[in-house]
């Protein structure tokens, strides 16, 4: 039974890994079909950084990402704060608040925001990007800074205050640290989910804001290219520098959602 | 710990400077006639032009792109959208026009207007080309594999041949796989009778047992490889790849018509870089920046004057890029199907639920 399911895992890490490993191996055909195998080249990434516009929209949004991540980290570990640690008159109306974009449907919420922003005159660009996407991934933020929070030893902060530390001591030096791998597993989780949000972005994006995914799923209309392998493989290595900068060991208390055991 | 998390947002960040160069292009700005927001198609418009344009007239260019004409124009019917220049669809264009969201173009300010070829001078979806100037063209078609179908595929009829049961693909496009479900059962493709849509929809279900799938995507990989022999397909680069790759694979416009699209410049109303619009009217005009768009996009170009400019001739007897003039006496522009929108709907909805 334990080898029956041990082959099962293997062969589900196959099936979540070829279609990287099959992204990678394309992304050095020399073919302009993805059918032929012409050869190793590095002509596609020669093509990548020759297209300015594709890297426009990488840069777009690599910083629409980063910006409405740390926004919805920032509100997140506050709300969290205020939902875990205080008693608030009205807790869950401010949670139920806070977590409804994860169950209205995207569309609903793309097109509101749209009509929101043409009504007040904002006009779409980054701002109502940036804002679009932090209204999804707050509640992301928030619940996994809540689960990390009210996971936290309440005895801690009373030793700390118990030994002299004043309220931003006791922060700085003791509940932040433990809270870190949390704030940060909500921080890349944001990140992500911005990264590769079309919906919002389809109603959100204005002049000079068009976001890599919507221009990837605008070019289904005249075809794929083979830098676009190129890219994916350049983003796929970005991302392991950043698992390995953070620490494998790190990565593992977040992704059990617990709190750093230092 | 803090400084290595640190490390790695600072990683994340200088790549994306490192990669995109760091020219901060902000939203929208003051309304001086030194800038150019165009929402267009990707792919439709070559860097190359772009470039050589900012060249010429210094002014600078943002192009977004979008994924439907119905997402281009919610965003311009938004109001306050901030471009100046939009490429519709032809089908688009009279939606547009009614909606008010569209400037009159004023003839006496182009220039190369009579380089068009002549398809595309005062078109049915827009009378004297009012509201907009042809810029790419394609068609409809249908591309098979004539190592695998054995004969060569004259018309629609052939992607509802038993003999290729699970070899055939059709469109994942409503209104592109109605063009095969009207046209084969002799209908127009523009139809909008709910008895004729009904007919088509009855094609299309008796079709589906023959399907190896509906595909948008890479029915041109397949049909090359043979793992599809025949599909429905759009003309334009992957088909034209396919073609050029692979002397089995062939383009046609089915007997039967087919179907021709194009996409135009138009003018945004209430635009406030109205002069920037005009210079990029003329400028794409121009048959050497037009020839740019088979060069470099493998795109076919309306421009009759610079078809003999393009670089590479066999683009422009690929019948993938250029579809032979005389295939196209049958074929029809896709219109708007207007309240039988709801027909065709109801139709697919059952096609792909059965």
């Keep these: 039974m334990d080898r029956v399911v041990a082959w099962f895992s293997r062969l589900i890490f196959v099936f979540l890994y070829l279609p990287i490993v099959a992204l990678v191996v394309y992304s050095l ?102 804002l679009g996407h932090t209204v999804i991934t707050l509640p992301l933020a928030t619940l996994v800074q809540m689960g990390a929070m009210s996971s936290l030893d309440p005895s801690l902060p009373e030793a700390a205050a118990d030994l002299g530390a004043g309220a931003w001591t006791t922060f700085r030096r003791v509940t932040f640290p433990l809270l870190r791998p949390a704030v940060l597993a909500a921080f890349l989780l944001s990140f992500a989910t911005s990264f590769g949000n079309i919906v919002i972005s389809t109603f959100t994006s204005g002049v000079g804001t068009t976001t890599l995914p919507l221009r990837i799923y605008s070019q289904l209309k005249s075809g794929l290219t083979p830098e676009l392998n190129a890219l994916g493989t350049l983003l796929v290595l970005l991302t392991l520098a950043i698992i390995l900068v953070v620490g494998v060991g790190q990565l593992r208390r977040i992704l059990a959602g617990g709190p750093a055991s230092q | 710990m803090k400084s290595k998390a640190l490390a790695a947002v600072g990683v994340t960040v200088a790549a994306a400077l490192a990669l995109t160069g760091c020219s901060a292009a902000g939203g929208s700005s003051s309304g001086d006639s030194t800038k150019l927001h165009i929402y267009a198609w990707s792919g439709e418009i070559p860097d190359s032009v772009i470039k050589g344009f900012e060249k010429e007239t210094g002014i600078t260019v943002t192009v977004d792109n979008f994924d439907s004409n119905e997402t281009m124009i919610s965003k311009l019917a938004a109001g306050n959208s901030g471009y100046d220049i939009v490429e519709p669809s032809q089908y688009a264009v009279p939606l547009m026009v009614e909606r008010d969201l569209l400037a009159k173009v004023d003839k006496s300010k182009l220039d190369g207007f009579d380089n068009l070829a002549e398809k595309f001078v005062d078109p049915s979806f827009d009378p004297d080309n009012g509201y907009s100037i042809p810029w790419a063209w394609g068609t409809t078609g249908i591309l098979y594999n004539e190592a695998c179908t054995g004969a060569p595929v004259t018309g629609w009829k052939d992607l509802w041949n038993e003999k290729y049961k699970g070899k055939i693909y059709m469109l994942d496009n409503m209104l592109s796989a109605y063009i095969g479900g009207m046209q084969v059962e002799g209908l127009s493709a523009t139809s909008t009778k709910k008895a004729d849509i009904e007919k088509g929809t009855q094609a299309l279900l008796d079709q589906k047992p023959l399907l190896a799938g509906y595909n948008s995507d890479n029915y041109a990989d397949l049909v090359a490889t043979g793992d599809a022999c025949i599909a429905e397909a759009y003309s334009g680069t992957s088909s034209a790849k396919a073609v050029a790759a692979n002397p089995d694979v062939h383009y046609i416009l089915p007997e039967e018509g087919g179907t021709l699209w194009t996409d135009s410049f138009s003018i945004v109303k209430g635009t406030a870089n109205e002069s920037a619009a005009y210079k990029w009217l003329n400028y794409t005009l121009q048959p050497e920046v037009a020839a740019l768009l088979t060069d470099d996009a493998s795109l076919a170009s309306t421009n009759q004057a610079a078809l003999e400019l393009v670089k590479d001739q066999t683009q422009v007897t690929n019948p993938a890029i250029y579809a032979p003039a005389d295939s196209l006496d049958n074929a029809e522009f896709i219109v708007d199907p207007g309240k039988a929108l709801a027909y065709y709907q109801d139709g697919w909805t059952r096609v792909r639920a059965s």
């Excluded at chain 1, 190793?40 to 297209?51: N, Q």
């Excluded at chain 1, 608030?88 to 949670?95: A, D």
């Design chain 1, 29 to 130: 055909n020399a073919s302009e079909v993805s059918y032929r195998w012409e050869g190793v080249s590095l002509r596609w990434y020669v093509e990548l950084f020759a297209d300015r516009l594709l890297l426009e929209t990488l840069r777009t949004s690599l910083i629409v990402g980063l910006v409405s991540a740390l926004l919805a980290t920032a509100l997140g570990f506050l709300s969290s704060t205020a939902l875990v640690r205080f008693r608030v008159k009205g807790r869950g109306v401010f949670l139920g608040a806070i977590l409804i974009p994860l169950i209205v449907p995207e569309i609903v919420l793309g097109v509101s925001l749209l009509t929101v922003f043409s009504t007040a005159g904002i006009p779409t660009g980054f701002v109502t990007l940036i």
